[in-house]
């Protein structure tokens, strides 16, 4: 945990969660998860798109990334041709509770956005390591198809900056924020923690499980 208190006879200090290693299994509410991140000021290292190398085939069965999100989440199953190109069926897009026919108006979503992560520690992480955040497959809270307006509208924004439109969808966004920042062992910022305070304070407190990936 990271609150302290200056004061001897204030409250107790929260308890930290035990140390952990890549691949170790947490389990924990959103509040401890919360808790538990580190709050520090944004690295101001410039960041470049490419240093997040994404939409890799990493099975090697002709499906990109974005591709198998794709299958992954259609209503129905689409059509499926040459290179893994797709047509048809129907998604749905919880940002904006919206249904949208087709892949072509979706975008495959970093929940906590690439620059977001080069803000809050990925500087010090591998090439290898970026690449399995921006290409996460194993955890099925990291990546999401949503309405390509959402995504853009959305951009590199943390919670203090933006939220999802549909309101019902906000306990879920910003739960799974914190999951995702907590599998990699990122930071947030004093007002992205403020935000996620106030958003998460309206949810259930549930229980939730993470591999850590780093």
Known sequence: ????????????????????????????????????????????????????????????????????LLLEEAVEAPDQGAGCKLTGTRWYSAYDNTGIDGPSRLDADHRVPLDEAWDSGAPAWTPQERQDFADDLDDPRSLVMVSASSNRSKGGKDPAQWQPPAEANRCEYNTQWVVVKTRFRLSVDPAGRKALDDELLQCPNEGFTVVRAR
């Open 1 to 68: 945990m990271r609150r302290t208190f200056a004061l001897a006879d204030a409250a107790p200090t929260l308890p930290r969660p035990p140390a952990t290693a890549p691949g170790d299994t947490v389990t924990l509410t959103v509040r401890e998860a919360l808790d538990a991140l580190a709050v520090a000021p944004e690295d101001t290292t410039p960041y470049k798109r490419s240093y997040f190398k994404h939409w890799i085939d990493a099975d090697h069965d002709g499906c990109n990334t974005r591709q198998e």
